[in-house]
């Protein structure tokens, strides 16, 4: 079973919005709320990028400062959901949008997982 998979991603015009999704399986029991969750990306011919991390229970997060104040990462720990929602989008954030989980505090080093990636393409 995929530990993580993303969804939303598509073609957007600059200045546009996308809501980005990740569902977790139960492969991340049995605390979902436990697991640092982060969107990164990375774009063709550079290396992949932390874009933002919310970790604890209250919902604090960091942001890349390329991203600050256009993108904003949540989490649902009820239905095991990550999102990114990315407003005012650049052609420059076009890239793979991946998915991480990270258990390794609670859990271990095996428990850190990756999506498969979802495509986000800025462009007019």
């Known amino acids: 079973q995929v530990p993580l998979v993303e969804s939303g991603g598509g073609l957007v015009q600059p200045g546009g919005s996308l809501r980005l999704s990740c569902a977790a399986s139960?492969?991340?029991?049995?605390?979902?709320?436990?697991?640092?969750m982060s969107w990164y990306r990375q774009a063709p011919g550079k290396e992949r990028e932390l874009v933002a991390v919310?970790?604890?229970?209250?919902?604090?997060?960091t942001y890349a400062d390329s991203v600050k104040g256009r993108f904003s990462i949540s989490r649902d720990n009820v239905n095991h959901m990550l999102y990114l929602q990315m407003n005012s989008l650049k052609p420059e954030d076009t890239a793979a949008y991946f998915c991480?989980?990270?258990?390794?505090?609670?859990?271990?080093?095996?428990?850190?997982?990756w999506g498969q990636g979802t495509q986000v393409t800025v462009s007019s």
């Open positions: 991480h989980a990270d258990g390794s505090a609670w859990y271990g080093p095996a428990t850190k997982y």
């Open positions: 139960v492969r991340l029991a049995p605390d979902f709320s436990r697991y640092a």
């Open positions: 919310i970790i604890t229970q209250d919902g604090k997060a």
